[in-house]
């Protein structure tokens, strides 16, 4: 059993971040690694890149946005509740190293995500530039953490609710008119992370991305994880969860995620039919 | 005319009462439903006790097949379970899943008038006895030797290599990558053919013996071999089996609702999708369902897809029938349950809707030309042959490579040009010393039995290292 020991609610509700006692995996875990979390007996294997650990407290920590039935389902876990089975770390760790300018993209609960890569980044010496994103002020999360992990930090909402009123892809191409950027690390939904790829191709800019397909076991066992990278099937469990952007077939890991949509439906349903019994 | 009829009737095999394929082909309860005692009997009375018995032989763990069978007869049935055990941790099991047409019975002299005992049957009436009566092997009482043995992977190997050693006094812990223990066993073969009640008594019993198994740990990611050592392991058996499913490589293949047979089953079997949505793990229903391959595992797939609704499935093979790697029984099973098969066909191509999903496969029509290496004769394509078939779901079942994951985190641990482990074959032992491991992820795969075996003889040489080494 995994305890959750700290639990807060940000973006409204919308994203849930859980602290959750696994001493083992925090031993081990290294920026960019991912674990599977299973909330009971019946529950799915849901992979989650982690988005901090701790060795000494024996913690690792996720922050997840609530889709669907399973993470309701852990969204409804509170401290001290626990989780029956976590998995981890697994995984290939993001590659640290100094290489110069790195501009770090982050949307949504990719935020949480990159944030320790950005913070691993800087530390090494590089110089960060930070954009991040979301639809709206209410659901942009993390922005102090990234703004202390990063030289220089830029606020997107599609909106215009807080900082530039538009995409981080906006501001991700003047940054590179503007500057010699040598990494782009890329984290959030697929279209954005497609999107930032598209941009930073023409400057030749190696783009790293952080996958996150359908998974069951982590282990490179069900192949269900596999992408095609170069036109060559990768498993993101084994190899990833980290690619080149430029080399990702992101219309087709889209298609991918979408395959048990009417399925998870059901299953959302027939959840909420056992709660109200 | 009655003595005769009592000779015909000594001649042939009791046959084990199925459930009919037609009600069965919808639900996930046990295909075959066990012997009667007063079936055992009859059956073991046709044993013809030999002398020097080839049946023994034929089997990877040397069961003493004629003493058990005798017991058998004598209704003697909770001896007759000791006397498997002695031999062989997991009955229950084994007299479900291996083969033993090219076993034990292959070898049964009353092979040649095509009617050998049915040892599978009596072994798993024996285990299946043992556990409705709660008959426990005792276990001897042994001084500890307090040498510790790490098991790395709770399938068929793991488990008997732990069952061994922690007979000759030595503490074990088993590692398991996944949620629940008992490896291909759990994820891998479905409920119809081996109930996993089956598979957790044998893990509980192991447990109660004094076994220690961590679910949840990835070696390799979540503790390396090295660390183990450093813990306190004074061996270390690797049984992960062989894991990383090959695909057909060929276009189309990444559509929605293509998948490996590896996560097919492991959504049916581990995460119980039979059950949605009362379990919450989701499959694909397949209408019209393709399994690419011939084997048991391809045969389990399709039997799996007939069982959770779909109208038509069909197993698509570039073979023959006679080169159809599945057990006889499983073919006839399949077969029966309303399975179709499409033989010396092969894919080349799968056809996709705008939304990516799978819709159909273009196949071309296969003849047999010359032997290969494997002495099969090769399948070649016969030139302007192709058709299209329509499918919403495929399965591919053309078996699986080596998995990386912990051999790439080992350090000096020797594989072969495939990646899997070089290991003694006598022994298991690997090039670390310490080291051993044994089953799929050393000879690629094979079957439950054969890693077993593995499993047995590898606890030996531990047991004769760890006492030597003391
Ligand atoms: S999740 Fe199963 S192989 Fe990657």
Redesign the interface.
């Known amino acids: 059993m995994f305890e959750i020991v700290k639990r807060k609610e940000m973006a409204n509700g919308t994203v849930i971040l859980n602290e959750i006692k696994a001493p ?2 925090a031993q ?1 875990a290294k920026p960019g690694q991912f674990v599977i979390l ?1 909330a009971d007996e ?4 849901i992979p989650l890149t982690m988005a901090d650990s701790d060795p000494e407290r024996g913690t690792i920590t996720v922050i997840y946005k609530v889709v669907g ?2 993470t309701e ?1 852990f969204k409804g876990l509170e401290v001290g509740d626990s989780y ?7 995984g290939q760790p993001t590659h640290l190293e100094k290489v110069g300018t790195v501009v770090c993209v982050g949307g949504g609960t990719g935020i949480a995500v990159l944030h320790p890569i950005a913070q691993g980044l800087k530390r090494v010496g590089n110089r960060v530039v930070g954009i991040i994103g979301a639809r709206t002020e209410g659901l942009l999360i993390l922005e102090e953490e990234m703004r202390a992990v990063s030289n220089e930090l830029f606020v997107c909402t599609d909106d215009g609710s807080r900082g530039h009123h538009g995409f981080v892809t906006d501001i991700l191409k003047r940054v590179l008119e503007e500057e010699n950027v040598d990494l782009v690390v890329a984290i959030g939904p697929v279209p954005m992370m497609k999107f930032v790829t598209e941009i930073t191709k023409p400057y030749k800019v190696k783009t790293l991305v952080s996958l996150n397909p359908i998974m ?9 994880c ?1 992408v ?1 990278v170069d036109g060559v ?1 990768k ?1 993101a469990c ?1 190899d990833g969860p980290e690619f080149d952007g430029h080399k990702v ?1 992101f ?2 890991l889209m ?2 995620l ?3 949509q009417s ?2 439906k ?2 959302s ?3 909420r039919c056992r709660l109200d019994q | 005319m009655a003595g005769n009829e009592a000779v015909t009737e000594k001649k042939t095999r009791v046959a084990m009462p199925e459930q009919e394929p037609d009600y069965r082909r919808r639900n996930f309860e046990e295909v075959p439903l066990g012997y009667t005692p007063e079936m055992a009997v009859k059956e073991a009375s046709r044993c013809l006790q030999c002398k020097s018995p080839s049946c023994v032989e034929g089997c990877p763990v040397e069961i003493d097949i004629p003493a058990f069978i005798q017991l058998i007869k004598e209704e003697k049935f909770d001896e007759a379970i000791k006397k498997i055990w002695e031999k062989n941790r997991l009955p229950a099991v084994c007299g479900r899943v291996c083969p033993q047409e090219n076993q034990c019975e292959g070898r049964c002299v009353l092979m040649k008038k095509g009617r050998p005992i049915a040892i599978g049957n009596l072994e798993r009436f024996a285990a299946d006895f043992a556990r409705e009566k709660g008959i426990e092997e005792a276990s001897p009482r042994l001084v500890p030797t307090g040498k510790k043995v790490a098991i790395v992977g709770s399938g068929p190997a793991g488990l008997t290599a732990a069952a061994d050693l922690m007979a000759k006094g030595h503490q074990v812990t088993i590692f398991e990558a996944l949620h629940k223990p008992g490896g291909v066993l759990v994820y891998g073969i479905p409920e119809f053919r081996l109930p996993k009640d089956i598979v957790a008594d044998e893990v509980e019993s192991l447990e109660r013996q004094g076994a220690e198994i961590e679910c949840n740990t990835v070696v390799g990611r979540t503790v390396t071999i090295n660390e183990l050592f450093e813990e306190g392991y004074d061996a270390v058996f690797i049984g992960v089996g062989a894991g990383l499913p090959k695909f057909m490589n060929i276009p189309g293949e990444n559509l929605v609702g293509i998948m490996s047979a590896n996560e097919y089953l492991t959504r049916a079997n581990l995460m119980k999708v039979y059950l949605f949505p009362e379990y919450d793990t989701p499959i694909p229903k397949g209408k019209n369902v393709a399994v690419l391959g011939a084997g048991n595992v391809a045969m389990d797939s399709g039997r799996t897809a007939m069982r959770l609704g779909a109208d038509t499935v069909r197993i698509v093979y570039r073979r023959s029938r006679e080169e159809m790697p599945a057990r006889a029984a499983e073919i006839h099973h399949a077969e029966e349950e309303g399975i179709e098969f499409l033989l010396l066909t092969n894919p080349i191509r799968f056809l996709g809707d705008d939304r990516g999903r799978v819709v159909g496969m273009e196949c071309i029509k296969m003849e047999l030309g010359e032997p290969d290496a494997s002495g099969r004769r090769r399948p070649v394509a016969i030139e302007g042959s192709e058709f299209e078939i329509s499918c919403d779901l495929v399965i591919i079942a053309v078996g699986t490579d080596a998995n990386p994951l912990l051999t790439r985190s080992t350090e000096g641990l020797k594989l072969n040009k495939w990646g899997y482990i070089e290991a003694d074959p006598d022994t298991g032992k690997t090039s670390i010393e310490g080291v051993w491991a044994g089953g799929d992820i050393v000879t690629g795969s094979a079957t439950v039995i054969q890693a077993m075996g593995a499993g047995r003889r590898a606890a030996r040489s531990i047991h004769e290292y760890l006492t030597h080494n003391s």
């Open positions: 083992l995996i081990k299973k019946r529950g799915e294997r039935r399973s389902l029956q089975d976590a998995i981890g770390p697994l069951i076991d982590g282990t490179g066992m069900c192949g269900g596999r095609s099937n498993f084994v077939d219309d087709q298609q991918r979408r395959a048990y399925e998870e059901t299953s349903k027939a959840h």
